[in-house]
């Protein structure tokens, strides 16, 4: 026998690999097993969850834009389950990765011509951004806000 499902807003299933934990109004947690596509289920998870909640286009796709490059980060270099909260207050969203890696996110100075240019999107993008370690490894947090 399995517990209650988490509260809903109506959106889809979660594709496989990408499970609910919490969903309403103000939050969404998601956790995203280290499979291919983890940012792009990330990326359809907080797209609708954000469009419920009436969220501004132009924030809307500035929350896609840091999500996807937290959660890459994470595939890329941590390769473990990784669990994403986005928070909205009604003018800004807190987007936060935790992963099971420890090492911290590091803004490249000189990003490759292919790749590296993630965290200087969000560095751009966010009004305040950074990583905290914890007992089992790290969160890498951005906020945004509707004016930069």
Do not use: C, Y
């Amino acid at each position: 026998m399995s517990g209650p499902s988490p509260p809903r807003l109506g959106w889809a299933p979660q594709p496989p690999g990408t499970v609910a934990l919490a969903v309403n109004e103000d939050v969404l947690q998601l956790e995203l097993k280290p499979v291919g596509g983890a940012a792009r289920e990330a990326r359809r998870a907080v797209r609708s969850w954000m469009t419920a909640a009436h969220v501004p286009a132009s924030l809307l796709e500035d929350v896609l834009l840091v999500v996807s490059e937290l959660v890459t980060n994470a595939a890329v270099h941590a390769k473990t389950t990784t669990r994403v909260t986005v928070r909205w207050d009604g003018n800004s969203a807190l987007v936060e990765v935790f992963d099971a890696d420890e090492h911290p996110p590091v803004l490249s100075m000189k990003p490759l011509t292919v790749g590296g240019w993630g965290l200087h999107l969000v560095d751009r993008i966010s009004r305040v951004w950074g990583s905290e370690a914890s007992a089992d490894g790290k969160r890498v947090w951005a906020e945004v806000a509707s004016e930069r």
